[in-house]
Nanobody, 113 residues
Framework: QVQLVESGGGLVQSGGSLRLSCAASGSMNAMGWYRQATGKQRELVAVISSRGITNYADSVKGRFTISRDNAKNTVYLQMNSLKPEDTAVYYC??????????WGKGTLVTVAS
């Protein structure tokens, strides 16, 4: 089984920054982050392929940066200029070689106004 360990969530003020980390128990193809705010649909935040190709939600472009360290099987999400509307549970999702998806338990990010 794939194990995912998420860290970095917490409470920050509007305009502040956080860095999320997700460490996987093995090498992965795609790695990314989703989020779900209360009363809202879960949405893709950012994803990065094994080749380093990235995609971002329009709402976070220019503020968030996704990266990965393949030696550590870890994906990061650097979040800058945070807004209250970024408040959500952030979930790490990885796709194993072969196409199987695995989800983390989620980490709460709260941005105070």
């Amino acid at each position: 089984q794939v194990q995912l360990v998420e860290s970095g969530g917490g409470l920050v003020q509007s305009g502040g920054s956080l860095r999320l980390s997700c460490a996987a128990s093995g090498s992965m193809n795609a790695m990314g982050w989703y989020r779900q705010a209360t009363g809202k649909q879960r949405e893709l935040v950012a994803v990065i392929s094994s080749r380093g190709i990235t995609n971002y939600a329009d709402s976070v472009k220019g503020r968030f940066t996704i990266s990965r360290d393949n030696a550590k099987n870890t994906v990061y999400l650097q979040m800058n200029s945070l807004k209250p509307e970024d408040t959500a549970v952030y979930y790490c999702k990885v796709t194993r070689w072969g196409g199987m998806d695995y989800w983390g338990k989620g980490t709460l990010v709260t941005v105070a106004s």
